[in-house]
């Protein structure tokens, strides 16, 4: 029988939570288990507490010939170097930008100002470039 160290999802939608089990790898992912020796919750803030394993009993079913699985052969050689990162700072708060002033509105001196500006403008000839 090849047996294999695999991780079986319980838990519920959108909030996973593994048993670590020893299984025959013919066997369903949440199918019966031959042995359950730890456990892996992702919800946990604490990294290193994420993980909990019966090691000697790991060792065991190497030794007899259970393969881990990537996932968990993972979680393993993190736990026997004790080396599980640090969770990343939350992303600095930023204050939020002023809105621009609004333009005051124009008085109506002003308005009849550029509409006589305008006006001189249109009414004086402009030269024309002679063609050759």
């Not at 695999?6 to 031959?34: E, L, N, T, W």
């Not at 730890?38 to 000697?56: F, H, L, P, Q």
């Not at 006006?119 to 063609?131: D, Y």
């Amino acid at each position: 029988m090849a047996v294999k160290i695999r991780m079986k999802r319980m838990g519920r939608k959108h909030r996973p939570f593994y048993r670590i089990c020893v299984m025959d790898s013919r066997k369903q992912r949440d199918g019966a288990a031959i042995e359950e020796i730890g456990t892996y919750d992702t919800s946990v803030a604490d990294k290193s507490k994420r993980v909990t394993i019966n090691m000697e009993r790991v060792d065991y079913w190497m030794s007899v010939g259970a393969k881990p699985s990537d996932n968990v052969a993972t979680l393993i050689k993190k736990i026997k170097k004790n080396k599980f990162g640090t969770a990343a700072a939350p992303a600095p708060l930023i204050a939020p930008k002023e809105p621009a002033p609004e333009p005051e509105p124009e008085t109506q001196e002003e308005t009849a100002e550029t509409a006589e500006a305008t006006s001189e403008e249109a009414a004086t000839p402009e030269e024309e470039t002679p063609s050759e």
